[in-house]
């Protein structure tokens, strides 16, 4: 089982902070901490409160040193590592991310317990951890995380990197901790300065976005000129620079990271000379009105949104971009109806949630999906969709 004598408290359930938990307990005592009582009871009794295939499974079978509190005061002070993964949300009124929470729980641990080693995972700003270190006695060092969504377990299993942004004793001790929880082997494990680390999140997210828009407005001139988009993109993908993956197009990127980084990256960039960055924030605007104005123009009765998650394997539609569309179409009047398992409300934004699939597929003259499902396989000339390899 490895060295179990170590604790480690996780603080925040989402799929950062679950997947860590699961993977470090298989070795190591771990406690999470969070504020959502439900989620707390739920890992308790065994039963991952995110969807991730890979974590249920771990839940059912494997032996897992494992607990969750909401009271984390104890855990912190008898806690050799405390990881914080607590959401950094893009507050649009001061231009940067809200990091309230990571700065609460370092002053709280600091002052029940300095010697413990304070690793962040929360994305932040650049410059945010040599700022904070300056006020703490704790060691206190960022380190990213780059997990997909439905998948935050097996990228921790088997990840491409990992990246600390210290380069001293107990920085390199927690990489030990990672890397030896993991299957992969032989895992680039590379140190760096904090603000470095913080880059390489901020600017690894941002080609991502980068990425995606590409591809979206090779589809949106695809579409204008009558050109098929899946051949272009097939003969370009031949050329290993360029690579034939990450690009399917989409209504424009969304989820909880990019969205945010995004916006992130172009406030650091404030005092920095740049295109580049604020036009890959512009583009994914510009997608998601090109692709209300394609539904627009064909003047539906009634528009049908098939599912708020934008992939396959996730549970978050939060800032997805079919959000942006629907109040796109909303703004001229066209009626909406929403069909979203996850939702229990009656309405979303304004538009009825149609709870029976049957009767959404009757009821929509126009059905919109980012990607192609079987249960639209009856109504597929109802379908709008720009999902060409049937891929997330």
């Known amino acids: 089982m490895g060295s179990i004598s170590k604790h480690i408290c996780v603080v925040g359930m989402g799929y950062v902070g679950l997947s860590l938990s699961t993977i470090l307990s298989l070795k190591y005592n771990v406690t999470c901490v969070d504020i959502d009582k439900g989620k707390i009871k739920k890992i308790n009794n065994k039963i991952s409160p995110i969807f991730d295939k890979e974590i249920s499974k771990y839940f059912k079978y494997k032996k897992l040193n494992l607990k969750a509190v909401v009271d984390a005061k104890k855990t912190y002070k008898n806690s050799d590592y405390v990881i914080i993964c607590t959401p950094t949300n893009y507050n649009i009124k001061t231009n940067e991310f809200d990091t309230s929470t990571v700065e609460d729980v370092i002053a709280e641990v600091s002052r029940v317990n300095e010697k413990a080693t304070i690793v962040i995972k929360s994305t932040l700003p650049i410059g945010f951890t040599s700022k904070i270190n300056k006020k703490y006695k704790n060691e206190i060092f960022f380190s990213p995380e780059f997990l997909r969504e439905g998948n935050a377990l097996l990228d921790n299993l088997y990840p491409n990197r990992i990246v600390v942004g210290s380069k001293d004793k107990k920085a390199k001790e927690f990489a030990n901790l990672l890397a030896q929880s993991a299957l992969k082997e032989d895992i680039p494990i590379i140190y760096m300065k904090s603000k470095d680390a913080e880059a390489v999140k901020l600017f690894a997210n941002t080609y991502l976005a980068m990425r995606v828009s590409y591809f979206n407005e090779l589809d949106t001139f695809c579409e204008i000129n009558s050109i098929n988009p899946k051949k272009v993109i097939e003969a370009i993908g031949l050329d290993p620079r360029i690579g034939n993956y990450y690009n399917n197009p989409s209504f424009g990127y969304g989820g909880y990271c990019l969205p945010k980084d995004t916006h992130q990256l172009l406030r650091n960039f404030d005092k920095v000379p740049n295109n580049l960055i604020g036009a890959v924030i512009d583009a994914n605007k510009t997608r998601k009105d090109f692709i209300a104005q394609q539904i627009i123009n064909k003047k539906p009765k009634i528009v049908g ?88």
Request: a positive charge.
């Open 305 to 392: 949104i098939y599912r708020l998650t934008m992939k396959e394997g996730s549970d978050n539609f939060r800032e997805s971009a079919i959000q942006g569309v629907m109040k796109r179409i909303n703004a001229k009047g066209i009626p909406i109806i929403v069909y979203e398992p996850l939702l229990s409300k009656k309405f979303f934004f304004n538009s009825k949630v149609e709870t029976s699939l049957k009767k959404f597929k009757k009821t929509s003259s126009i059905i919109i999906t980012n990607r192609v499902h079987n249960d639209l396989k009856d109504v597929a000339k109802k379908v709008y969709t720009r999902d060409l390899f049937n891929n997330n």
